[in-house]
């Protein structure tokens, strides 16, 4: 049998990088797949390859998770035999800038907060009364090194993943004595299209993060939360902090130069 064969796994954010590559980690497995985005002109072809890897069954929907009222709306209006969602993964996320706070543009700083820290509000209000109801369920946000530890420019980026670790903290104890689980994977820099949306589009700047050193891969960081939510139903994942071997912290890479 495997891991996850039959379960409902809503990941949002899965048109690219860490969330499609939980979606595909998840289809191995035999997961029935739940998957938004704004982007779903990406669905189609990504739905035919996680049948062909082995999901269950996927259903795709369009999901701004910065719009409450869309949020609670989808959600409320999935399909019976998607409604009774085991696993949330809230993946959704981005960052705007590498900019100093007094110099910052208040616009950045509003989709940042907006997606990572009310839209994972929106979702998680939405997705968990259905888990504590049903009595099983297992929430996973993405939070990071930027949530430990700030570095120059990313202060409202930071901000914003130290939010996710202190909402996960929270819903983790607000939801004891519920069978609910409660997982925060906290990864260090990740090859993802994460840089180019940081930098809208500026492919150069993006690449020049990753140079000179080995970073994580989104089939890394999905092979955690794989992980996660596969431990036996009275073990409760905390956090798990990945990074790849030539990154120490926020601060700290092992790069070497051109
Ligand atoms: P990507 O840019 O590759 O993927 C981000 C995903 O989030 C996309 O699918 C995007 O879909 C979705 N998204 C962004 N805004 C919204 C929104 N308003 N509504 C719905 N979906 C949205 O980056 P990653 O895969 O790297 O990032 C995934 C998560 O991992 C984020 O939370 C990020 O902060 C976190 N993370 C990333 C790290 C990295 O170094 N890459 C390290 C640590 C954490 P679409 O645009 O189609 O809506
Ligand atoms: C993404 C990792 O260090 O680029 O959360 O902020 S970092």
């Given at each position: 049998m495997?891991?996850?064969?039959?379960?409902?796994?809503?990941?949002?954010?899965?048109?690219?990088?860490?969330?499609?590559?939980?979606?595909?980690?998840?289809?191995?497995?035999?997961?029935?797949?739940l998957?938004a985005?704004?982007?779903?002109?990406?669905?189609?072809e990504?739905?035919?390859?996680?049948?062909?890897?082995?999901?269950?069954?996927?259903h795709?929907?369009?999901?701004?998770?910065?719009?409450?009222a869309?949020?609670?709306?989808?959600?409320d209006?999935?399909?019976?035999?998607?409604?009774?969602?085991?696993?949330?993964?809230?993946?959704a996320g981005?960052?705007?800038?590498?900019?100093?706070?007094?110099?910052?543009?208040?616009?950045d700083?509003?989709?940042?907060i907006?997606?990572?820290?009310?839209?994972l509000l929106?979702?998680?209000?939405?997705?968990?009364?259905g888990?504590?109801?049903?009595?099983?369920?297992?929430?996973?946000?993405?939070?990071?090194?930027?949530?430990?530890?700030?570095?120059?420019?990313?202060?409202?980026?930071?901000g914003?993943?130290?939010?996710?670790?202190?909402?996960?903290?929270?819903?983790?104890?607000?939801?004891?004595?519920?069978?609910?689980?409660?997982?925060?994977?906290?990864?260090?820099?990740?090859?993802?299209?994460?840089?180019k949306?940081?930098?809208?589009?500026?492919?150069?700047r993006?690449?020049?993060?990753?140079?000179?050193?080995?970073?994580?891969?989104?089939?890394?960081?999905?092979?955690?939360?794989?992980?996660?939510?596969?431990?036996?139903p009275?073990?409760?994942?905390?956090?798990?902090?990945?990074t790849?071997?030539?990154?120490?912290?926020?601060?700290?890479?092992n790069r070497?130069?051109?």
């Amino acid at each position: 049998m495997q891991k996850l064969t039959g379960k409902i796994a809503f990941v949002t954010g899965a048109s690219s990088g860490i969330g499609e590559a939980t979606a595909h980690a998840f289809a191995a497995e035999g997961a029935r797949l739940l998957l938004a985005a704004r982007r779903t002109d990406r669905f189609a072809e990504l739905t035919s390859k996680l049948k062909k890897a082995g999901a269950q069954d996927v259903h795709t929907f369009s999901l701004d998770v910065r719009d409450a009222a869309q949020v609670a709306s989808a959600v409320d209006k999935l399909p019976e035999a998607w409604k009774a969602i085991d696993i949330l993964v809230n993946n959704a996320g981005l960052s705007r800038g590498l900019d100093k706070v007094y110099e910052g543009k208040l616009q950045d700083w509003d989709e940042m907060i907006d997606t990572n820290v009310k839209g994972l509000l929106y979702v998680t209000r939405a997705v968990v009364p259905g888990m504590v109801a049903r009595g099983s369920g297992h929430i996973v946000s993405m939070g990071s090194t930027a949530g430990e530890m700030t570095y120059p420019g990313g202060a409202v980026y930071c901000g914003s993943k130290a939010a996710e670790h202190a909402i996960n903290d929270g819903l983790r104890q607000d939801l004891l004595g519920t069978p609910v689980r409660v997982t925060s994977i906290d990864p260090g820099m990740v090859e993802t299209e994460f840089s180019k949306v940081r930098f809208r589009g500026d492919k150069e700047r993006a690449a020049k993060v990753y140079q000179g050193l080995t970073p994580l891969q989104a089939a890394d960081v999905a092979d955690a939360i794989l992980w996660a939510v596969t431990r036996p139903p009275h073990v409760n994942i905390a956090r798990v902090l990945l990074t790849s071997i030539d990154q120490a912290n926020s601060l700290l890479f092992n790069r070497k130069q051109a």
